[in-house]
Protein backbone atom coordinates (compact mmCIF):
# COMPACT_ATOMS: atom_id res chain seq x y z
CA UNK A 1 0.00 0.00 0.00
CA UNK A 2 2.95 2.61 0.82
CA UNK A 3 4.74 1.77 -2.45
CA UNK A 4 1.44 2.98 -4.01
CA UNK A 5 0.68 5.83 -2.07
CA UNK A 6 4.05 7.20 -2.89
CA UNK A 7 3.68 6.99 -6.66
CA UNK A 8 0.58 8.62 -6.33
CA UNK A 9 1.89 11.59 -4.67
CA UNK A 10 4.84 11.70 -7.16
CA UNK A 11 2.50 11.59 -9.97
CA UNK A 12 1.09 14.58 -8.52
CA UNK A 13 3.92 16.17 -8.11
CA UNK A 14 5.00 15.59 -12.05
CA UNK A 15 1.73 16.90 -13.18
CA UNK A 16 1.70 20.00 -11.09
CA UNK A 17 5.62 20.96 -12.57
CA UNK A 18 4.13 20.10 -15.87
CA UNK A 19 1.50 22.66 -15.41
CA UNK A 20 3.92 25.39 -14.90
CA UNK A 21 2.17 25.73 -10.85
CA UNK A 22 4.52 27.00 -8.13
CA UNK A 23 4.78 24.56 -5.41
CA UNK A 24 5.17 24.93 -1.62
CA UNK A 25 6.49 22.74 1.19
CA UNK A 26 5.78 22.83 4.65
CA UNK A 27 8.42 24.34 7.16
CA UNK A 28 9.44 21.90 9.18
CA UNK A 29 10.11 23.20 12.82
CA UNK A 30 12.10 21.82 15.45
CA UNK A 31 10.59 20.88 18.39
CA UNK A 32 11.39 21.41 22.11
CA UNK A 33 13.42 18.92 23.65
CA UNK A 34 12.16 16.74 26.40
CA UNK A 35 14.94 16.87 28.45
CA UNK A 36 16.83 20.12 28.00
CA UNK A 37 19.15 21.22 25.80
CA UNK A 38 18.98 23.65 22.54
CA UNK A 39 16.10 23.85 19.98
CA UNK A 40 15.12 26.32 17.49
CA UNK A 41 11.15 27.15 18.15
CA UNK A 42 11.37 30.95 18.08
CA UNK A 43 12.18 33.25 15.04
CA UNK A 44 13.63 36.60 15.96
CA UNK A 45 13.47 39.91 13.96
CA UNK A 46 14.92 43.44 14.56
CA UNK A 47 13.54 46.83 12.94
CA UNK A 48 15.32 50.18 13.56
CA UNK A 49 13.15 52.49 15.00
CA UNK A 50 15.12 55.50 14.39
CA UNK A 51 18.50 56.87 16.18
CA UNK A 52 19.07 53.85 18.32
CA UNK A 53 15.98 52.31 19.45
CA UNK A 54 15.46 48.74 17.82
CA UNK A 55 11.99 46.70 17.90
CA UNK A 56 12.34 43.12 18.20
CA UNK A 57 10.04 40.64 16.94
CA UNK A 58 9.63 36.75 18.88
CA UNK A 59 7.54 34.87 16.95
CA UNK A 60 6.82 31.03 17.94
CA UNK A 61 7.17 28.84 15.04
CA UNK A 62 6.47 25.94 17.48
CA UNK A 63 3.75 23.29 17.70
CA UNK A 64 3.34 24.56 21.65
CA UNK A 65 3.23 27.48 24.25
CA UNK A 66 6.46 28.54 25.83
CA UNK A 67 6.76 30.18 28.92
CA UNK A 68 9.91 32.48 27.90
CA UNK A 69 12.55 33.76 30.91
CA UNK A 70 12.58 37.56 30.23
CA UNK A 71 15.47 37.75 32.66
CA UNK A 72 18.91 38.12 30.44
CA UNK A 73 17.14 38.39 27.10
CA UNK A 74 15.72 40.34 24.33
CA UNK A 75 12.40 41.33 27.11
CA UNK A 76 14.91 42.05 30.12
CA UNK A 77 13.94 45.59 31.35
CA UNK A 78 17.35 45.93 32.61
CA UNK A 79 20.11 47.04 30.56
CA UNK A 80 21.72 43.71 29.12
CA UNK A 81 23.32 43.04 26.14
CA UNK A 82 20.14 42.41 24.05
CA UNK A 83 22.26 42.95 20.56
CA UNK A 84 26.08 42.88 19.45
CA UNK A 85 26.73 46.02 17.91
CA UNK A 86 30.27 46.91 15.32
CA UNK A 87 31.41 50.11 13.61
CA UNK A 88 34.55 51.50 12.71
CA UNK A 89 35.09 52.62 16.34
CA UNK A 90 34.63 49.93 18.81
CA UNK A 91 31.43 50.34 21.88
CA UNK A 92 32.54 49.41 25.34
CA UNK A 93 29.07 47.69 26.39
CA UNK A 94 28.67 48.95 29.77
CA UNK A 95 25.65 47.62 30.37
CA UNK A 96 24.29 44.83 33.07
CA UNK A 97 25.39 41.03 33.04
CA UNK A 98 22.36 38.97 34.43
CA UNK A 99 23.05 35.37 35.99
CA UNK A 100 19.66 34.20 37.45
CA UNK A 101 18.19 30.83 38.98
CA UNK A 102 15.50 28.82 37.84
CA UNK A 103 14.35 27.50 40.80
CA UNK A 104 13.47 31.22 42.07
CA UNK A 105 11.88 32.64 39.17
CA UNK A 106 8.47 34.12 39.47
CA UNK A 107 5.77 33.91 37.47
CA UNK A 108 6.31 37.97 36.26
CA UNK A 109 9.40 36.47 34.98
CA UNK A 110 8.15 34.61 32.13
CA UNK A 111 6.62 35.65 29.06
CA UNK A 112 4.04 33.51 27.43
CA UNK A 113 3.69 33.17 24.11
CA UNK A 114 1.49 30.47 21.72
CA UNK A 115 2.21 29.06 18.75
CA UNK A 116 2.11 30.99 15.56
CA UNK A 117 2.44 34.03 18.09
CA UNK A 118 4.34 37.05 18.07
CA UNK A 119 5.53 39.23 20.90
CA UNK A 120 6.96 42.66 20.34
CA UNK A 121 9.63 44.41 22.81
CA UNK A 122 11.54 47.89 22.19
CA UNK A 123 14.82 48.84 23.45
CA UNK A 124 17.14 51.39 23.18
CA UNK A 125 20.93 50.18 22.33
CA UNK A 126 22.66 53.11 24.07
CA UNK A 127 21.20 52.41 27.06
CA UNK A 128 24.02 49.23 27.06
CA UNK A 129 26.77 50.43 25.06
CA UNK A 130 28.88 53.43 24.99
CA UNK A 131 28.48 54.94 21.65
CA UNK A 132 29.93 57.99 19.62
CA UNK A 133 27.53 61.25 18.80
CA UNK A 134 27.30 60.60 14.91
CA UNK A 135 28.85 57.26 14.39
CA UNK A 136 26.64 54.40 12.53
CA UNK A 137 26.86 51.33 14.09
CA UNK A 138 25.49 47.75 12.62
CA UNK A 139 23.22 45.39 14.98
CA UNK A 140 22.37 41.96 15.15
CA UNK A 141 21.99 39.08 17.56
CA UNK A 142 23.00 35.22 17.52
CA UNK A 143 21.91 34.70 20.89
CA UNK A 144 19.20 32.11 22.48
CA UNK A 145 16.40 32.77 25.06
CA UNK A 146 15.76 30.50 27.79
CA UNK A 147 12.10 28.69 28.49
CA UNK A 148 9.50 25.81 29.52
CA UNK A 149 6.47 24.38 28.39
CA UNK A 150 3.36 23.86 29.75
CA UNK A 151 4.04 19.82 29.66
CA UNK A 152 7.19 20.31 31.62
CA UNK A 153 7.57 23.48 33.85
CA UNK A 154 10.21 22.51 35.33
CA UNK A 155 12.12 21.89 32.13
CA UNK A 156 14.09 24.37 31.00
CA UNK A 157 15.52 24.51 27.34
CA UNK A 158 17.36 27.19 25.71
CA UNK A 159 15.61 28.35 22.32
CA UNK A 160 18.88 29.65 20.08
CA UNK A 161 18.19 32.36 17.29
CA UNK A 162 19.77 34.56 14.71
CA UNK A 163 18.47 37.49 13.67
CA UNK A 164 18.52 39.87 10.62
CA UNK A 165 21.38 42.69 10.78
CA UNK A 166 20.02 46.29 11.15
CA UNK A 167 21.69 49.95 10.57
CA UNK A 168 21.19 52.23 13.83
CA UNK A 169 22.88 55.77 14.11
CA UNK A 170 23.84 58.16 17.31
CA UNK A 171 22.31 61.55 16.97
CA UNK A 172 25.12 63.69 16.57
CA UNK A 173 23.54 65.86 19.92
CA UNK A 174 23.07 63.39 21.51
CA UNK A 175 23.37 64.17 25.67
CA UNK A 176 24.96 62.09 27.63
CA UNK A 177 22.65 60.40 30.70
CA UNK A 178 24.58 57.67 32.25
CA UNK A 179 24.58 58.46 36.13
CA UNK A 180 27.67 59.00 38.49
CA UNK A 181 29.44 56.54 40.62
CA UNK A 182 27.45 56.07 43.95
CA UNK A 183 28.53 56.14 47.58
CA UNK A 184 28.69 53.55 50.35
CA UNK A 185 25.72 54.16 52.33
CA UNK A 186 25.95 51.56 55.21
CA UNK A 187 28.79 48.91 56.63
CA UNK A 188 27.32 45.09 56.17
CA UNK A 189 25.80 43.52 58.86
CA UNK A 190 28.11 40.57 61.25
CA UNK A 191 26.25 37.75 59.13
CA UNK A 192 26.38 39.64 55.77
CA UNK A 193 30.58 40.32 56.06
CA UNK A 194 31.03 36.54 57.39
CA UNK A 195 29.28 35.32 54.14
CA UNK A 196 31.22 37.71 52.02
CA UNK A 197 34.88 37.10 54.07
CA UNK A 198 33.82 33.02 53.62
CA UNK A 199 32.97 33.45 49.61
CA UNK A 200 36.03 35.47 48.68
CA UNK A 201 38.30 32.75 50.99
CA UNK A 202 37.05 29.93 48.72
CA UNK A 203 37.00 31.74 45.55
CA UNK A 204 40.47 32.42 46.18
CA UNK A 205 41.21 28.91 46.41
CA UNK A 206 39.17 27.87 43.68
CA UNK A 207 41.22 30.09 41.59
CA UNK A 208 44.32 28.78 42.82
CA UNK A 209 43.38 25.35 41.81
CA UNK A 210 42.48 26.67 38.04
CA UNK A 211 45.39 28.66 37.65
CA UNK A 212 47.77 25.72 38.95
CA UNK A 213 45.57 23.21 36.96
CA UNK A 214 46.16 25.11 33.42
CA UNK A 215 49.55 25.62 33.94
CA UNK A 216 50.02 21.96 34.54
CA UNK A 217 47.74 20.87 31.73
CA UNK A 218 47.93 17.25 32.95
CA UNK A 219 44.17 16.90 34.27
CA UNK A 220 42.07 16.51 31.10
CA UNK A 221 39.62 19.53 32.67
CA UNK A 222 41.45 22.40 30.62
CA UNK A 223 40.47 20.25 27.67
CA UNK A 224 37.30 19.95 28.95
CA UNK A 225 35.93 23.44 29.72
CA UNK A 226 38.28 24.87 26.81
CA UNK A 227 38.60 22.12 24.25
CA UNK A 228 42.29 23.09 23.41
CA UNK A 229 45.51 22.16 25.17
CA UNK A 230 47.41 25.05 23.45
CA UNK A 231 50.14 26.12 25.48
CA UNK A 232 49.06 29.90 24.79
CA UNK A 233 45.66 29.43 25.86
CA UNK A 234 46.82 27.80 28.95
CA UNK A 235 49.21 30.60 29.98
CA UNK A 236 45.80 33.25 29.64
CA UNK A 237 43.58 31.19 31.84
CA UNK A 238 46.61 30.94 34.59
CA UNK A 239 46.89 34.58 34.53
CA UNK A 240 43.20 35.67 34.58
CA UNK A 241 42.99 33.15 37.85
CA UNK A 242 46.06 34.55 39.66
CA UNK A 243 44.29 37.95 38.88
CA UNK A 244 41.21 36.58 40.18
CA UNK A 245 42.92 35.07 43.26
CA UNK A 246 44.68 38.33 44.14
CA UNK A 247 41.79 40.24 44.13
CA UNK A 248 39.45 37.61 46.05
CA UNK A 249 42.48 38.07 48.95
CA UNK A 250 43.34 41.14 49.11
CA UNK A 251 42.44 45.17 48.61
CA UNK A 252 42.47 45.31 44.96
CA UNK A 253 40.53 47.13 42.52
CA UNK A 254 36.89 46.05 43.28
CA UNK A 255 34.69 46.88 45.99
CA UNK A 256 32.31 44.76 47.53
CA UNK A 257 28.62 45.66 48.73
CA UNK A 258 26.51 43.25 51.09
CA UNK A 259 23.62 44.39 49.61
CA UNK A 260 21.78 46.54 46.76
CA UNK A 261 20.91 49.98 46.94
CA UNK A 262 17.64 51.22 45.13
CA UNK A 263 20.17 52.03 42.18
CA UNK A 264 20.92 48.48 41.60
CA UNK A 265 18.80 46.06 39.48
CA UNK A 266 18.30 43.26 41.70
CA UNK A 267 14.85 41.21 40.79
CA UNK A 268 13.94 38.32 43.68
CA UNK A 269 15.77 35.78 40.87
CA UNK A 270 19.28 37.69 40.43
CA UNK A 271 22.24 37.18 42.72
CA UNK A 272 24.54 39.54 42.06
CA UNK A 273 25.02 42.47 39.99
CA UNK A 274 29.02 43.54 38.32
CA UNK A 275 29.56 47.04 37.20
CA UNK A 276 33.14 46.48 35.12
CA UNK A 277 33.13 50.35 34.47
CA UNK A 278 32.46 51.30 38.07
CA UNK A 279 34.71 48.22 39.70
CA UNK A 280 31.79 46.94 41.97
CA UNK A 281 30.30 44.10 42.79
CA UNK A 282 26.80 44.08 44.55
CA UNK A 283 25.34 41.26 46.26
CA UNK A 284 21.48 40.68 45.83
CA UNK A 285 18.98 39.24 48.71
CA UNK A 286 18.61 35.82 46.31
CA UNK A 287 23.14 35.38 46.72
CA UNK A 288 22.34 34.00 49.98
CA UNK A 289 19.89 32.18 49.41
CA UNK A 290 22.37 30.28 47.13
CA UNK A 291 24.54 27.07 48.69
CA UNK A 292 27.36 28.40 50.83
CA UNK A 293 29.64 25.34 49.91
CA UNK A 294 29.08 22.52 47.97
CA UNK A 295 31.84 19.78 46.66
CA UNK A 296 29.59 18.44 44.23
CA UNK A 297 31.68 18.72 40.43
CA UNK A 298 29.97 20.66 37.99
CA UNK A 299 28.23 22.30 40.14
CA UNK A 300 28.28 26.29 41.34
CA UNK A 301 27.63 27.47 45.16
CA UNK A 302 28.17 31.16 47.00
CA UNK A 303 32.20 30.92 46.00
CA UNK A 304 31.62 30.02 42.45
CA UNK A 305 29.04 32.80 41.89
CA UNK A 306 31.40 35.25 43.45
CA UNK A 307 34.46 34.21 41.52
CA UNK A 308 32.53 34.37 37.81
CA UNK A 309 31.55 37.62 38.98
CA UNK A 310 35.01 39.05 39.62
CA UNK A 311 35.72 37.52 35.76
CA UNK A 312 33.63 40.53 34.75
CA UNK A 313 36.29 43.20 35.74
CA UNK A 314 39.23 44.26 34.11
CA UNK A 315 42.16 43.92 36.52
CA UNK A 316 45.53 43.08 36.36
CA UNK A 317 45.54 44.34 33.06
CA UNK A 318 43.30 40.68 32.09
CA UNK A 319 39.97 42.32 29.97
CA UNK A 320 36.55 41.26 31.66
CA UNK A 321 34.61 38.14 30.55
CA UNK A 322 30.73 37.99 28.88
CA UNK A 323 28.00 35.76 29.50
CA UNK A 324 27.90 33.56 26.69
CA UNK A 325 26.29 30.49 28.20
CA UNK A 326 25.36 29.69 31.64
CA UNK A 327 25.10 25.84 33.25
CA UNK A 328 27.75 22.83 32.52
CA UNK A 329 25.57 21.61 29.41
CA UNK A 330 25.85 24.85 27.50
CA UNK A 331 29.29 25.44 28.92
CA UNK A 332 30.80 22.25 27.50
CA UNK A 333 28.93 23.20 24.37
CA UNK A 334 30.95 26.00 23.81
CA UNK A 335 34.01 26.25 21.59
CA UNK A 336 37.79 27.51 22.56
CA UNK A 337 37.10 31.37 21.54
CA UNK A 338 33.64 31.64 23.27
CA UNK A 339 34.82 29.51 26.36
CA UNK A 340 37.89 31.52 27.37
CA UNK A 341 35.43 34.62 27.57
CA UNK A 342 32.47 33.00 29.48
CA UNK A 343 32.03 34.08 33.01
CA UNK A 344 30.69 30.12 33.51
CA UNK A 345 33.27 29.04 32.25
CA UNK A 346 36.04 30.13 34.33
CA UNK A 347 33.54 29.71 37.44
CA UNK A 348 32.87 26.01 36.95
CA UNK A 349 36.34 25.16 35.45
CA UNK A 350 37.69 26.23 38.98
CA UNK A 351 35.67 24.74 40.85
CA UNK A 352 36.30 21.66 39.32
CA UNK A 353 40.16 22.26 40.00
CA UNK A 354 39.60 22.79 43.67
CA UNK A 355 37.70 19.76 44.08
CA UNK A 356 40.01 17.70 42.20
CA UNK A 357 36.86 16.60 39.66
CA UNK A 358 38.84 14.67 37.50
CA UNK A 359 36.19 12.08 36.86
CA UNK A 360 32.34 12.87 37.08
CA UNK A 361 30.99 12.77 41.41
CA UNK A 362 31.60 14.37 44.74
CA UNK A 363 35.08 15.22 45.80
CA UNK A 364 36.25 16.17 48.86
CA UNK A 365 37.79 20.00 49.12
CA UNK A 366 41.10 20.26 47.97
CA UNK A 367 43.56 21.04 50.78
CA UNK A 368 44.15 24.61 49.57
CA UNK A 369 44.34 27.16 52.30
CA UNK A 370 44.06 31.10 51.58
CA UNK A 371 44.51 33.76 53.89
CA UNK A 372 40.63 35.84 54.43
CA UNK A 373 40.34 38.84 52.62
CA UNK A 374 42.23 41.87 54.23
CA UNK A 375 39.55 44.21 54.34
CA UNK A 376 35.29 43.50 54.97
CA UNK A 377 33.20 44.83 52.16
CA UNK A 378 30.79 47.60 52.15
CA UNK A 379 27.15 47.85 51.50
CA UNK A 380 24.02 49.11 50.31
CA UNK A 381 20.55 48.94 51.20
CA UNK A 382 17.60 46.78 49.34
CA UNK A 383 16.39 48.00 46.16
CA UNK A 384 13.19 47.66 45.08
CA UNK A 385 12.04 45.40 42.26
CA UNK A 386 11.06 47.41 39.22
CA UNK A 387 7.15 47.63 39.12
CA UNK A 388 5.25 45.51 36.61
CA UNK A 389 1.74 45.02 35.08
CA UNK A 390 0.04 42.09 33.90
CA UNK A 391 -1.25 41.89 30.50
CA UNK A 392 -4.58 40.08 30.25
CA UNK A 393 -2.43 37.02 28.08
CA UNK A 394 -0.44 37.03 31.26
CA UNK A 395 2.83 38.44 29.79
CA UNK A 396 4.38 41.37 31.66
CA UNK A 397 4.42 45.01 30.68
CA UNK A 398 6.98 47.11 32.23
CA UNK A 399 6.90 50.96 31.52
CA UNK A 400 9.77 51.50 28.96
CA UNK A 401 9.77 53.02 25.07
CA UNK A 402 6.34 53.29 23.20
CA UNK A 403 5.60 51.30 20.26
CA UNK A 404 6.12 53.40 17.13
CA UNK A 405 2.84 55.25 16.14
CA UNK A 406 0.63 53.28 13.40
CA UNK A 407 2.84 50.64 13.71
CA UNK A 408 0.15 48.15 16.11
CA UNK A 409 -1.85 45.48 14.58
CA UNK A 410 -4.76 43.66 16.15
CA UNK A 411 -4.17 41.03 18.39
CA UNK A 412 -0.31 41.99 18.68
CA UNK A 413 0.95 41.63 22.00
CA UNK A 414 3.75 43.95 23.54
CA UNK A 415 6.20 43.79 26.02
CA UNK A 416 8.25 47.20 26.38
CA UNK A 417 11.18 47.60 28.13
CA UNK A 418 11.50 50.00 29.96
CA UNK A 419 14.61 52.55 29.11
CA UNK A 420 16.93 52.80 32.33
CA UNK A 421 20.66 54.62 32.35
CA UNK A 422 22.67 52.99 34.95
CA UNK A 423 25.41 51.64 33.76
CA UNK A 424 25.76 48.00 35.62
CA UNK A 425 26.34 44.35 34.85
CA UNK A 426 24.15 42.06 36.53
CA UNK A 427 25.49 38.58 37.96
CA UNK A 428 24.80 34.94 38.22
CA UNK A 429 23.60 32.56 40.77
CA UNK A 430 23.32 29.04 41.04
CA UNK A 431 20.38 26.05 40.85
CA UNK A 432 19.21 23.96 43.55
CA UNK A 433 22.37 21.51 44.45
CA UNK A 434 21.95 17.73 43.32
CA UNK A 435 20.92 15.07 45.91
CA UNK A 436 23.68 12.69 46.78
Request: hydrophobic letters at 40%; aromatic letters at 8%.
Amino acid sequence: MAPLLVLFQLFALLTTLAAGKPITFPRRVSEPPRDGGISFPLDVRLRALGDTAVLARITNTGHESLEIVKSGGLMDWRPTRKVNITSDNDALFDGAEVRYINSHLSRDAFAHIAPNQTLHTTFDVADFYDLTAGETYTAAANSALEYTTSKHPTKFARAAYRTNTITITTPKDRPTTKLSARSTLADCTAEDTQAAHDALGRATQMAQAAAADARAGTSGLFEKYFKTSDQAARDQVASRMDAVASEANSVGTLTYYCQPSGDDACGGNIAAVTYPTENKVVNCPAYYQTVAISNDCGYLDRASVTLHEITHASISETQGTDDIAYGIDDVLALGTEDALNNADTFAYYSSDSFLKCYDQGTAAPAPVKAAPPAAPPAPAPPAPAPPANNNDDGNVVTGGNAPPAGDLNPGEVWVAVATITVAADVVPEATTAPAV
